[in-house]
């Protein structure tokens, strides 16, 4: 057994909560990992072009780089909807998520979602679905890839959809909407987040090690933190996420041996933890999520439970709502009426809200 695969800790016990497909294939495919080190060769279809290859030899180093400073000059990009974003904040009034929603649509076992300031982009099964805050569909590609996490790069003008082993670019602009800009991960990844020029991924299975990326050098891998950096012995990194303003990182972890969850907020530049609260634990890695609010806050939210929690940036818990269903995934669009869905399971929809 290699050294990473040490690092990963499955419990024996069954598991209890309802599970996504994309999270029951992770957990099989950790499973796997642990008994053989081979990976399986990933099928891309031949009409996506791959930008560039990362070789194993690159990413294997556990060696963290020299901290500099790789925020870009430029950041008017990621300044125009940080800005927007901020504009919503003295708004958002989320007790609305307790009455019915404004509109609901069908979303048949999508999974992860992400937005920009106008559209939402779902992942129903075998699609790639561009939809506004009407729930009207704008732009649908077909798919064959398992979509592991989303975020969108204002610096890029792009959503970034990550794989199990490759990252793709969606631009409903260009001739070629979906492309792959990085092929061929060294490791397993799973979770990860941007902000202006940074990328940011959770690798190797089990949630341990932090990767950091810089998009303005084509895609060169420039930090790479592993534990007890990036997480303590016996927790599983659950997902990642930048704050509004780029400040700070939000992360999730669970610790199963001790029953316990965390939601942490962090230094990106270092991942010296600045803030840490203990969450209601809910067996298995990779079912904790985020997504970020306005003035640095988050959202905190468990896979299929009904409880969404609201942080400021301080770390201290501003509000929690028990919603009416299972949440499978939140976002926001911050345009005049700051539209936020919830994506649910049991029924399969997507609902808005007008906060």
Not at 197 to 222: A, C, L, P, Y
């Amino acid at each position: 057994m290699d050294d990473s695969s040490a690092n990963l800790e499955i419990s024996s016990e069954p598991i209890q909560q309802q599970l996504s497909k994309n999270q029951k294939r992770r957990l099989s495919k950790q499973r796997q990992r642990v008994e053989s080190a081979t990976i399986a060769p990933t099928v891309v279809e031949s009409n996506i072009s791959a930008k560039s290859k990362i070789s194993p030899e690159t990413t294997e180093t556990l060696t963290i780089l020299a901290a500099s400073n790789v925020l870009s000059a430029s950041t008017t990009l990621s300044l125009t909807s940080a800005t927007a974003i901020e504009r919503a904040a003295a708004t958002l009034n989320f007790d609305r998520l307790t009455t019915k929603p404004r509109s609901s649509v069908t979303v048949v076992e999508g999974q992860r979602m992400a937005s920009n300031d106008e559209y939402f982009l779902v992942c129903p099964e075998g699609e790639l679905c561009l939809l506004d805050t009407q729930g009207n569909k704008h732009r649908s590609l077909k798919r064959t890839f398992n979509v592991s996490d989303i975020c969108w790069s204002a610096y890029l003008k792009q959503f970034l959809i990550l794989s199990d082993e490759h990252l793709y670019s969606f631009d409903m602009t260009r001739e070629t909407a979906l492309m792959i800009e990085i092929s061929q991960f060294a490791r397993y990844m799973d979770e990860c987040t941007c902000y202006d020029n940074i990328f940011m991924v959770v690798s190797d299975f089990g949630g341990s090690i932090i990767e950091m990326w810089d998009m303005t050098k084509n895609w060169q891998s420039i930090k790479r933190y592993k534990p007890p950096i990036s997480r303590k012995e016996g927790q599983g990194i659950c997902s990642i996420r930048f704050s509004s303003s780029g400040a700070h990182l939000g992360v999730t972890l669970t610790e199963p041996r001790i029953v316990k969850a965390y939601f942490q907020i962090r230094n990106w530049q270092d991942m010296i933890v600045l803030h840490t609260v203990e969450q209601p634990f809910y067996e298995g890695y990779c079912n904790h999520y985020m997504l970020a609010l306005p003035n640095d806050e988050f959202l905190v939210y468990k896979y299929s439970q009904k409880k969404l929690s609201f942080f400021h940036s301080n770390g201290q818990q501003k509000q929690t709502i028990q919603y009416a269903k299972g949440v499978c995934s939140v976002s926001l669009v911050p345009n005049d009426k700051n539209c936020l869905a919830i994506q649910t399971s049991r029924p399969d929809q997507l609902h808005f809200y007008d906060l």
